[in-house]
């Protein structure tokens, strides 16, 4: 049967199956790679744009997966909440119909809320001890599993957020007193909710991609971020007054489907979690280089940002700690954490 309509019927399956590679999520497979082994695109979701560290990190992520495992494991990252919010990511990663995803803690703190640890203010003394924390399997291994079973993700490592500071759209906060009655985004979590009436403020839960319309149609009167999310998502635009409360350095997540983690032979998985070293260090390098960058850009484009009484924002936030450390589990690892810093 060596006929035309075969040969067209044969090319037709092909592309089309090349299609559903493209589109769908868990390891959309086709056939590549070395002596034609399946290839796996795996869709991971980024709620950033291509200029932050992150998908420049994840990128590269990919193109080393790629080459290390001869095209039979590659990423495509979908940046812009192009694949959604990130509360749904969780859900998304977890069915299979994404891959992959970035998360910030709080959205891990509503599935496990052992995670709150991570949001903690002063649980991390810099980037560097977070850097160190998140990637000792010691302190971070059973929590990194801990969604295996229950929602079929796992996480494979942390990223830094850097420090989070307040930014207003008419003024710089000094002390938390000039912060009172004015309604501040936060990222949907009860710690953040927690965090900001602490300040006296009112808390307003809004996804991340929604933060710059909120902004501009006064829907909120500030926000809490790092410098490269702040300008790299033009919030400075909107709400030019960028007060450094450092209240905490933030931490982000990168999830992946636990069965798609699963479908890697042994030399594969190796090969990811040497690329995903890479990643993380790689990511971390450029987070200290674009910080300063960012400042920069924001102040051209009219941005003031300006030193203001930490002290007193750590003291209003003290009371978290006793708030949140409430299990001998969380409070042992609390207590590791701060070990790792000494
Ligand atoms: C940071 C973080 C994001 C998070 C965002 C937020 O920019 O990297 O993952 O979504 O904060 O405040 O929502």
Redesign the pocket.
């Known amino acids: 049967m060596r006929s035309k309509t075969r040969v067209a019927f044969i090319a037709t399956t092909a592309i089309a199956a090349l299609a559903l590679a493209g589109c769908s999520g868990n390891g959309g497979d086709a056939e590549g790679g070395e002596g034609g082994a399946s290839t796996h695109v795996m869709k991971l979701a980024l709620?950033?744009p291509e200029t932050h560290p992150?998908f420049i990190a994840l990128e590269a992520f990919g193109e080393q997966l790629s080459e290390a495992t001869d095209g039979r494991w590659d990423i495509e990252v979908h940046p812009n909440s192009t694949l959604g919010n990130?509360d749904e990511y969780l859900q998304s990663v977890g069915q299979g119909v994404i891959d992959l995803a970035?998360?910030?803690a709080p959205q891990l703190e509503n599935v496990n809320k052992d995670f709150v640890l991570f949001s903690l203010p002063k649980v991390f003394d810099d980037i560097d001890h977070q850097m160190s924390v998140l990637s000792d399997q010691e302190i971070v291994g059973d929590l990194y599993g801990s969604l295996e079973e229950s929602n079929g993700i796992t996480v494979i490592g942390g990223?830094t957020?850097g420090e989070?500071s307040i930014y207003l759209k008419d003024g710089i906060a000094e002390t938390p007193d000039d912060l009172k009655g004015k309604k501040i985004r936060v990222?949907e979590s009860p710690v953040f909710m927690s965090m900001i009436e602490a300040l006296g403020a009112s808390p307003t839960p809004l996804?991340?991609g929604d933060?710059y319309s909120g902004l501009q149609s006064g829907v909120v009167d500030g926000?809490?971020?790092?410098e490269?999310?702040y300008f790299s998502n033009k919030h400075h635009e909107v709400a030019p007054y960028f007060s450094y409360t450092k209240h905490l350095v933030?931490a982000?997540f990168v999830i992946i489907n636990s069965d798609t983690l699963a479908e890697m032979s042994d030399e594969d998985r190796a090969a990811f979690d040497e690329a995903w070293s890479a990643a993380w260090e790689h990511h971390t390098e450029l987070w200290k280089t674009d910080t300063e960058k960012a400042v920069a850009d924001a102040e051209a484009g009219g941005a003031e940002f300006a030193d203001v009484d930490t002290d007193a924002f750590a003291e209003a936030l003290e009371p978290l700690l006793d708030e949140f450390l409430t299990t001998d589990a969380q409070k042992s690892t609390y207590e590791a954490i701060r070990n790792a810093a000494e």
């Open positions: 709620n950033q992150s990130q970035v998360v910030s990223l957020q989070r990222q996804p991340f933060v926000a809490e971020n790092n490269i999310s933030g982000d």
